[in-house]
């Protein structure tokens, strides 16, 4: 923990006011420049980006679509090395005249599949600011591209079962890609944890899959009767296993955390079956009392779970090859959450119970460790593979889809942000998801049991229910709502070394009518709540990243599907270089060279 962080920490920036520009905009005082965009060479010899004459051989070498989780590691030369997540695809702004999965030509589906995955590459600081450039010539030894068919290890547990075996992998051990990976962590050991999410859009057949496994794919949300192509992406028209009548195990094999090792290009990925397999939003640690590591979770689904993982084994320093186990047994626990204000007074307004303050206690209910499961009916094997039955057979609480957790560097408490569920009634209202048709969201500040990761209970509270301030529902921590910033759709998260909250959102299109932004705010002092406004993002973009270095000079943000409504021909937004968008990541610095929130 940081020992210097001020006892009551403020932000000293003025606000950016809310706009929908088709443009980064930054406070006063603070300047930015893009770093790398789609379709920019990654791997030595990749061809420069051609937009109308794109192909999957480039691609697989070229920076991938809709950059979403972004980390950095400053290697000795005073360069650096960005890992950045490519979820998923905008194929109607990508490709002239798409219309759909059914009616694309096979190689525009090949250059989808190649544009998922994840990047690594070599940037350099632009002279001595905190801005960041690509390095676009020499050996970048580390540079890498992950796409939906690159070869992965499934490990843990889960590898090798019955439910993971395909006909192209029948020991049920090697995976080929990775899907929509959002959001992410990285790992005391230096590794990405790179987190799969809404894998269930890229399968299609499940009307013929056996009918015994019709229950388990649809509670991950894949479609199981009706015409199940339309609207998919039809990777099953390049690649068979997509296609679940043919198939039906291939779906078990995504939806899990994946570890990369950013400085070992030749590292294979390996799917860590450990820590379960639902709508992974992102995955991040700490260390327990006793030297574990803990790793919390979110499913990204309304109504759906907070997740936790504590390894078996003592993380150890230097030791490379031993981290590298950490995540392949322990225990993975899910969340029950009790309020302490009477059931009545949440009446799912948001109007705060009689003791001021949406507050409780919780328990992480184990649900197996490697070799026993806890859950009555369910092998360790299906627990790991359907975790979300297993969760909802021991009575989690349903919350309005969990995103980011991150925890603060100085204080150990650990945050959650609940996007948003506008599907919550009054009657589903409880004290921690207090709203009712919660359009704006919500975070979640966990406590636990003496300030240990490793602990099976814990203390929370609901330190900010977002929206406009001047909605009567939302909160701030009690701070004076004339003072603070309108924030909707809290999903990714990060802290600066003074322990402030800095939250990235993805509200649009549409809940607040105007772009999606990153925003900062004290959780700590007399200042906690005082959310503002601290960079927006260009017009149908979700502001994604952030990621703050530890010199505290940049912070990086990743501008997903900007104009993500609009076509080639008719396109919403024209960013960054005015002709088509190009999701993309940006580098933010103080033009004094300040700390980021100065
Ligand atoms: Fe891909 Fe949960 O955001
Ligand atoms: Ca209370
Ligand atoms: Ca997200
Ligand atoms: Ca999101």
Redesign the pocket.
């Known amino acids: 923990p940081a020992t210097a962080a001020p006892r009551n920490p403020r932000l000293g920036f003025t606000s950016v006011a809310p706009n929908t520009a088709d443009a980064v905009t930054v406070p006063q005082g603070y300047d930015h420049r893009v770093v790398v965009r789609w379709g920019d060479p990654v791997v030595p010899g990749a061809p420069e980006f051609d937009f109308a004459g794109q192909t999957a051989e480039a691609q697989e070498r070229q920076f991938g679509y809709n950059c979403?989780y972004v980390s950095f590691v400053e290697l000795d030369n005073g360069r650096g090395l960005l890992w950045v997540n490519h979820e998923y695809t905008n194929e109607n702004i990508m490709f002239a005249g798409y219309s759909d999965g059914a009616a694309a030509d096979l190689e525009q589906i090949r250059i989808s599949m190649a544009a998922h995955g994840g990047s690594i590459v070599e940037i350099e600081r632009v002279g001595r600011t905190g801005a960041w450039k690509l390095v676009t010539s020499g050996r970048r030894r580390y540079n890498r591209r992950i796409t939906a068919s690159t070869p992965m290890r499934l490990t843990g547990p889960a590898a090798g079962d019955a439910l993971l075996r395909t006909a192209a992998d029948p020991e049920g051990t090697e995976v080929l890609g990775m899907l929509n990976n959002?959001?992410g962590g990285m790992t005391p050991w230096g590794t990405v944890l790179t987190c799969e999410e809404n894998f269930n859009q890229y399968f299609v057949g499940g009307e013929g899959a056996p009918e015994d496994v019709k229950p388990k794919l649809r509670r991950y949300g894949i479609a199981v009767q009706g015409d199940t192509r339309a609207g998919n992406r039809r990777f099953d028209r390049v690649d068979e296993r997509f296609d679940l009548s043919k198939h039906p195990n291939e779906a078990n094999r995504f939806g899990y955390v994946v570890e990369i090792d950013p400085l070992d290009p030749d590292y294979q990925p390996r799917k860590r079956t450990m820590l379960g397999r639902f709508k992974h939003?992102a995955a991040n640690t700490r260390i327990t009392a006793d030297g574990r590591v803990a790793v919390y979770m979110g499913d990204?689904e309304r109504f759906d779970y907070i997740y936790k993982f504590v390894s078996e084994k003592r993380y150890r320093k230097g030791s490379r090859r031993h981290n590298d186990t950490l995540l392949d047994s322990g225990t993975l626990y899910v969340a029950k959450l009790t309020g302490n204000s009477p059931a009545e007074e949440i009446d799912g307004s948001g109007a705060l119970p009689e003791d001021g303050e949406f507050d409780g206690s919780g328990t992480w209910i184990p649900l197996c460790d490697a070799t026993t499961s806890y859950v009555d009916g369910f092998t360790v094997a299906e627990v790991l593979v359907h975790t979300r039955l297993a969760a909802d057979a021991v009575g989690a609480t349903k919350m309005d889809r969990p995103?980011?957790f991150e925890a603060s560097p100085v204080t150990g408490k650990v945050y959650c942000a609940l996007t948003n569920n506008s599907s919550r009634t009054p009657e589903q209202a409880d004290e921690a998801n207090p709203r009712a048709n919660n359009r704006y969201g919500h975070i979640l500040e966990i406590t636990e049991r003496r300030n240990d990761a490793g602990a099976t209970a814990f203390g929370w509270k609901v330190p900010v229910v977002c929206g406009d301030p001047e909605d009567p529902s939302t909160y701030f921590s009690g701070y004076d709502k004339s003072k603070v910033a309108a924030i909707s759709s809290p999903?990714?998260l990060t802290f600066d070394a003074s322990g402030n909250l800095w939250i990235a959102t993805?509200g649009q299109p549409g809940t607040l009518d105007h772009n999606d932004a990153l925003h900062a705010v004290p959780v700590e002092g007399k200042y906690r709540g005082e959310l503002k406004t601290f960079a927006t993002v260009p017009y149908g973009a979700e502001c994604?990243g952030p990621f703050i270095t530890e010199d505290q000079k940049t912070v990086f943000i990743a501008p997903q599907h900007p104009g993500e409504d609009g076509t080639v021909e008719q396109p919403q937004s024209t960013w960054p270089n005015g002709d088509f968008p190009r999701p993309s990541v940006v580098s933010i610095w103080h033009t004094r060279g300040r700390k980021i929130g100065s």
């Open positions: 979403d959002c959001s939003e990204d995103e980011d999903d990714n993805d994604c």
